[in-house]
C-alpha cells in the first residue's frame, strides 16, 4: 500500500491561514490502514484545528469527508453533492488522490495534509517499512524475494556495498542491509551459488528516469 | 464510604480504558473541558489484558496533539488505580482538579468569552 505521514500541524495551519470554510477529505483506502488518513485521522485533525482556530479567535468551518477512494473517477464525481460552500479542500489522501481531486474540482484549492512517503507493508501494528518503488522491472526472482531497488540505500544489484555492518545498512543502522538479507535467504535455500550470477546493468527507463508512466488495457476502455 | 471529591468532576463511564479513543478525548477538551483525567485498572490487571496500557499510550500521544494545537497537553493525565481504591479516586479528582485549577481554564473558553 501507499503509506504517507500526516504534515506537521503548524504547516496545515500556515496553508489554511485565509480559509474559514474548509472540506477536510479522507480517503479509505491506504491512508486508512496506515493510520494517516481515514475517517479517524480526519476526525482527529478536524478537531485539533477547531480547537486551534478557535483559540485564535479564528472559527473555522470544518465539514469531514471520506471517500471511498480518491483516485477513481466515480468516486471523487460524488464529491460534487459534497463541496457545496466550501472554499478549500484539505486532502488526508496520497498524493494521487489529492492531484486527481483537484484536476476534477478546478476552482477551488486542494492542498495536502499529508506526505506521501513510499510502497510498503505493516511489519507490525504502528510500524511500517518500505517494500517497492516502482521500478517497473521487477527482478524479485533474482533477488529471493528481496528487493535491492527499494531496501538497500544505494540500489545496488550485485552484492552489498563496504558498509554492510552486523546485518545493517550503514545509511542507517535500524535498516536491515539489503544484500544482506538476501544472502542470508540464499544459503537458507542452499543457492548460494546464484549470488555469482552477474546481475546486467539495470534499464531505468522503465522507472521514474522514462517519465511518467502510464497503462492501457484497451479492452477495458469503454 | 462517604467520601467527598470535586464537583466538577464528570464521569463517563467505559468498559475499559482501553476503550477510551483519541477522539473522544479531544471532544471533551473541543466541547470545554478544562482537562480530563482517564482511571485505569492497575497495570497488570486489565480484564482485557492491555486495556490500559493502550490507554496509556494514547495519553501520551493525545498530550502531543494537545501541545501542537495550542491546548496544552498537561490537561489530560492517566492515572491507575483498583475499583477498591475509593479514597485514591477522591484523592485523584482531588489532585487533578488542583493541577487544572492552576493551569486556569480551557483556553477555547477564554477566547470566546473575550469575543462576547
Ligand atoms: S524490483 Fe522494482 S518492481 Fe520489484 S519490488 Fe523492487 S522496485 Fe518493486
Ligand atoms: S549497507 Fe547494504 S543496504 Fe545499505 S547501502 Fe550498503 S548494500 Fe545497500
Known amino acids: ?222 | 464510604m462517604r467520601l467527598n471529591y470535586p464537583t466538577n468532576v464528570k464521569i463517563i463511564k467505559v468498559p475499559c480504558t482501553g476503550r477510551v479513543d483519541v477522539i473522544h478525548v479531544l471532544k471533551a477538551f473541543e466541547h470545554g473541558a478544562d482537562g480530563v483525567f482517564l482511571a485505569g485498572c492497575l497495570e497488570g490487571e486489565c480484564h482485557f489484558l492491555k486495556g490500559n496500557l493502550r490507554a496509556k499510550k494514547r495519553v501520551a500521544h493525545i498530550k502531543t496533539l494537545l501541545d501542537e494545537c495550542g491546548i496544552g497537553g498537561e490537561r489530560v493525565a492517566m492515572y491507575n488505580l483498583s475499583s477498591a481504591q475509593g479514597q485514591r479516586f477522591a484523592e485523584i479528582a482531588r489532585e487533578m482538579t488542583e493541577k487544572v485549577r492552576q493551569l486556569g481554564p480551557n483556553p477555547i473558553k477564554i477566547e470566546k468569552g473575550s469575543n462576547n
Not at chain 1, 500500500?1 to 491561514?17: T, W, Y
Not at chain 1, 545498512?169 to 538479507?181: F, G, I, M, R, S
Open chain 1, 1 to 222: 500500500m501507499i503509506i504517507a505521514n500526516r504534515k506537521p500541524f503548524e504547516e496545515i495551519v500556515d496553508m489554511l491561514k485565509p480559509y474559514k470554510r474548509i472540506l477536510l477529505l479522507g480517503c479509505n483506502e491506504c491512508v486508512t490502514v496506515c493510520a494517516v488518513g481515514g475517517a479517524k485521522e480526519v476526525a482527529v485533525l478536524s478537531s485539533e484545528l477547531a480547537m486551534y482556530r478557535a483559540k485564535e479567535g479564528q472559527p473555522i468551518d470544518i465539514k469531514e469527508h471520506v471517500l471511498e477512494r480518491n483516485c477513481d473517477p466515480e468516486y471523487v464525481e460524488a464529491l460534487i453533492q459534497v463541496i457545496g460552500d466550501r472554499e478549500v479542500i484539505l486532502s488526508m489522501a496520497c498524493g494521487c488522490g489529492i492531484q486527481f481531486v483537484g484536476e476534477r474540482y478546478r476552482n477551488i484549492p486542494v492542498l495536502p495534509g499529508v506526505n506521501t512517503t513510499f510502497y510498503g507493508v505493516t511489519e507490525e501494528h504502528g510500524v511500517w517499512t518500505e517494500r517497492c518503488q516502482g521500478c517497473g522491472n521487477c527482478i524479485l526472482d533474482k533477488t529471493m524475494g528481496i528487493c535491492p531497488v527499494s531496501r538497500c540505500a544505494k540500489s545496488l544489484f550485485n552484492g552489498p556495498c563496504g558498509g554492510s555492518q552486523g546485518g545493517n545498512c550503514e545509511v542507517n543502522k535500524d535498516t536491515p542491509c539489503a544484500w544482506q538479507l538476501i544472502v542470508d535467504r540464499y544459503k537458507e535455500r542452499n543457492m548460494l551459488h546464484r549470488y555469482l550470477e552477474l546481475q546486467p546493468i539495470k534499464d531505468w527507463s522503465t522507472s521514474r528516469d522514462g517519465g511518467p508512466r502510464k497503462r492501457v488495457r484497451e479492452d477495458l476502455k469503454i
